[in-house]
C-alpha cells in the first residue's frame, strides 16, 4: 500500500504561530515555561544560534531579543483537527498521530503524480497555517521517515525504501519505535546509519537489544511494519486558542479581533 505522511516540523512551535501570526517573522524560543532555567523545545529559524536543549537564560544570552512563549493545548488541538482536514480533502483513509497524519493513497486518483498530492498537501497545509513536509513510500514508517528528514515534498519508489534509507543517520527514525539502547551502543558496534543497522541479523538484534529491535530493523529495512487505521472524517469544526491577556477582551474591539482570527481559521479549514 502506498502511504503518504503529511508531517508538521516543530509541531508545537507551529501551533502557537498559527493563532498568533504576528509574531511569525521574530526571534522566538518555546520553553515549557518562561524561567530562565526552562529547556528549550523548539526556536525559530531567527532565533538562531539559539538551539534546542539549552535553558531560556543561555538562549537570552545568545540572543537578548528573544520572545519566549510556552505550549498551548488549545491551540496544538486546533492545529492538529486542521491537519486532519487537509488529509481528508485530498483522501478518504486518514491515520492521526501527534505531529502529523497519513493518508491512503489507494483509490486517489485525481493527482497526475504521488508528486503533485504531495504538492497539493502541502499548499493546503500552508493555507491553514502550517509548513508541512511530506514523504510517499509503500508504508507508514518510511513514508514519516522521509517527511522528517527532507525539506518539502519526498516520494520513495516503490521497492526503493531501503536502498533510501540506507544513508540516512540512525536518530532518523528513533521516533520510529527504534530502542534508545541502540542509539547508546552504536558507536561502540559500528553502527552510523540506517543501512548498518538493517545490515544486522534479527536473531542477534533480538538477543542484544530485546523484541523492540526486531521491529527497529524491520523499519530500517524499509518494511511496513503497522498497516494504516484510518479513522472517520470529523462532522463537527471547532476552533479554540489560550489567550495571554484576558480583561482587553471587556471591550468590543480587542474581543472583535480576536474572534476574526478564529472566524477566519475556522473558515480556511472548512474550505
Not at 515555561?33 to 539559539?50: D, I, K, M, R
Not at 519526498?154 to 521497492?159: D, L, N, R, S, Y
Amino acid at each position: 500500500m502506498r502511504v503518504a505522511c503529511l508531517f508538521v516540523p516543530d509541531f508545537h512551535l507551529q501551533a502557537r504561530l498559527r493563532t498568533s501570526p504576528d509574531r511569525r517573522g521574530r526571534p522566538l524560543v518555546l520553553a515549557e515555561t518562561t524561567s530562565g532555567n526552562a529547556v528549550v523545545l523548539a526556536v525559530s529559524y531567527e532565533a538562531h544560534p539559539a538551539q534546542p536543549g539549552l535553558t531560556v537564560a543561555q538562549a537570552r544570552g545568545l540572543r537578548p531579543d528573544v520572545d519566549v512563549i510556552v505550549p498551548s493545548e488549545a491551540d496544538e488541538r486546533a492545529a492538529r483537527a486542521a491537519l486532519v482536514d487537509v488529509a481528508h480533502a485530498h483522501a478518504p483513509e486518514v491515520e492521526e498521530a501527534a505531529d502529523c497524519v497519513w493518508l491512503s493513497l489507494e483509490g486517489v486518483s485525481r493527482f497526475a503524480s504521488e508528486a503533485a498530492l504531495g504538492a497539493a498537501l502541502e499548499a493546503t497545509a500552508a493555507r491553514v497555517g502550517l509548513r508541512a513536509r511530506v514523504g510517499v513510500a509503500s508504508g507508514k514508517e518510511a513514508a514519516r521517515v522521509a517527511a522528517r528528514a527532507c525539506e518539502g515534498v519526498t516520494v520513495i519508489p516503490p521497492g526503493d525504501e531501503r536502498a533510501w534509507l540506507a544513508s540516512l543517520p540512525l536518530a532518523a527514525i528513533e521516533a520510529e519505535g527504534q530502542p534508545r539502547e541502540i542509539l547508546l551502543m552504536a558507536p561502540r558496534l559500528g553502527l552510523r546509519s540506517i543501512g548498518d543497522l538493517a545490515a544486522l541479523p534479527s536473531a542477534h538484534a533480538a538477543a542484544r537489544f530485546g523484541p523492540d529491535a526486531v521491529r527497529a530493523l524491520r523499519v530500517a529495512r524499509g518494511e511496513a511494519v503497522s498497516r494504516l487505521a484510518p479513522r472517520p472524517a470529523p462532522i463537527v469544526f471547532q476552533e479554540s486558542m489560550d489567550l495571554d491577556y484576558g480583561e482587553e477582551l471587556c471591550t468590543l474591539e480587542p474581543l472583535a479581533f480576536v474572534l476574526r482570527g478564529v472566524a477566519d481559521r475556522l473558515a480556511a479549514r472548512l474550505a
